[in-house]
């Protein structure tokens, strides 16, 4: 008789919807995840302090792009109308930053500057917080860099002594330069801010991220000095603003100010906060909600792998092996399309009515995560699917499967070697990432902080890279056929 394929996934599909174990196993995996991220968007409570006391947190600023941003800086600066540029020196940057205290209780600042510090020159289509700007600077332990409207940065050179900056203004053109001795200039980038106004701001500035230790940032300030300061296009007075700077409770003291002095021909410019991507204190993330993936993921993996041993004994052919592979990817791709599209819509409307900040995400992003989900889901499963075929024994199957995809997952939340997220099948968690992984802002290297060392989509290449590796060699060294 005539093999025909559709008949075949006709019967496996049969074999699985007949068996309830399987079935309740497959809903067991929708039930945990679910839970676990009902649970975390349930229990959350963003607090900040304010000038009435503590309260819910505000809304995240956003930058021209949409993205959550920090924009807080302290400015010396004049308004430039048309064209014109700024050229410095930047002499050295020094700084302040909190490390966790040796004795509790008792504050452990030391010197010292974060990698990503930065002073420089800047121009910006206003002081209000989140507008377009341009920023050629130089930074703790990366170099010159030339960044623009929060999200985009151009590396420059190493920085070894005292530096030159150049920042040109050329209609809505910017261009950043270097120079080792104010006299060859080197470019580093030149950006487009369409629509600036006739008059901007142009002037210094220094910034500081907090410094990282386990899950927060602590207090951290940068100090830098400028001299051999020129302006062509605008010959005001100076202005001075800490930009962003947050009240104590009293509403009137700032907390942890910047300032200048002048010494001289000098400007020595201190300032903490960050001009960037608000990675760490943008708002919860959609991708939380999902947090509980590798624990629903363990049933779906004992699934497929009994999905096999139940039955191998049948004298299974290779086709037989390609329909039960098509129907458990199926059966699990709809498991996590269920799991997703519950619990990451419903869990951030239930961050919002509970009054937390929530990280932008846009209509696209949020379906990407939710589809994301689901063919990670199949793409495990065949992979489990393929290893039982391989080994014939269920339990070792379902550990190597465990081991392959849960136990990298786990361990990288927990901050531990997340490099395994770029070298195992549990790569395609990078498909629930909602928030961008940015090369110039540093992060808790934790699926909690939101770091996923691969892009979403190269992260789900490598699992369906392990699933099609695996099922393959297994139907190509499967001997046992029989006649249907």
């Known amino acids: 008789m005539p093999y025909r394929f559709p008949q075949l996934l006709h019967e496996e599909w049969t074999r699985f919807r007949t068996a309830r174990g399987w079935v309740l196993t497959m809903a067991a995996s929708v039930l945990v995840t679910v839970s676990l991220g009902l649970l975390i968007a349930g229990g959350a409570r963003s607090v900040c302090d304010t000038s009435e006391g503590a309260g819910p947190c505000p809304a995240p600023l956003l930058g021209p792009d949409g993205t959550a941003v920090s924009d807080k800086y302290y ?89 030159w900056l150049r920042l040109t203004r050329l209609g809505d053109t910017l261009t950043g330069y270097e120079s080792s001795d104010g006299k060859t200039w080197i470019e580093v980038s030149t950006v487009e801010l369409t629509g600036l106004p006739e008059t901007v701001e142009i002037g210094l500035f220094t910034t500081s991220p907090g410094a990282l230790w386990e899950m927060a940032e602590a207090f951290a300030q940068a100090t830098a000095t400028f001299d051999q300061i020129t302006l062509q296009g605008a010959n005001g007075s100076w202005r001075r603003d800490d930009v962003g700077v947050k009240m104590e409770e009293d509403g009137k003291t700032p907390h942890h100010p910047g300032g200048v002095v002048e010494s001289g021909d000098k400007l020595l410019i201190t300032g903490g906060g960050d001009i960037g991507p608000a990675t760490v204190d943008g708002g919860l993330r959609a991708d939380l909600m ?115 995809v849960v136990v990298p997952y786990l361990l990288a939340t927990a901050g531990l070697v997340p490099w395994l997220l770029m070298i195992t099948p549990a790569a395609g968690f990078a498909i629930t990432q909602s928030v961008p992984t940015f090369a110039h802002v540093d992060v808790v290297l934790s699926l909690l902080g939101g770091y996923y060392p691969l892009p979403p989509w190269a992260g789900l290449t490598v699992t369906c890279g392990y699933a099609a590796l695996v099922l393959g060699v297994a139907i190509a060294v499967h001997r046992r056929k029989v006649p249907r």
Do not use: C
């Open 75 to 163: 400015f010396v600066h004049q308004p430039l109308k048309g064209n014109g540029s700024i050229t410095a020196r930047v002499s050295d940057m020094t700084g302040q930053m909190r490390q966790p205290d040796a004795v509790p209780g008792v504050r452990n600042v030391k010197e010292g500057v974060v990698p990503w510090a930065k002073a420089g020159l800047l121009v910006r289509q206003s002081l209000t917080q989140g507008t377009p700007y341009a920023a050629v600077m130089i930074t703790g332990s990366h170099g010159v860099r030339m960044q623009r409207n929060f999200t985009h940065d151009v590396a420059g050179g190493p920085v070894q002594g005292p530096l």
């Open 290 to 404: 999902l947090i509980g993936g590798g624990a629903g993921l363990i049933p779906v993996l004992v699934v497929a792998v009994t999905f096999f041993t139940a039955d191998h004994r049948r004298g299974l052919t290779r086709t037989d092996l390609a329909a039960k592979a098509v129907v458990i990817g199926a059966v699990a791709f709809v498991t996590g399309l269920v799991t997703s599209a519950v619990v990451v819509p419903v869990g951030l409307a239930m961050l919002r009515a509970n009054q937390n900040p929530i990280q932008p995400i846009t209509l696209g992003t949020e379906l990407r995560v939710i589809v994301g989900y689901a063919a990670l889901t199949a793409a495990a499963a065949v992979l489990a699917l393929g290893l039982a075929v391989l080994v014939r024994r269920g339990i070792v199957a379902i550990g190597l499967a465990i081991a392959l």
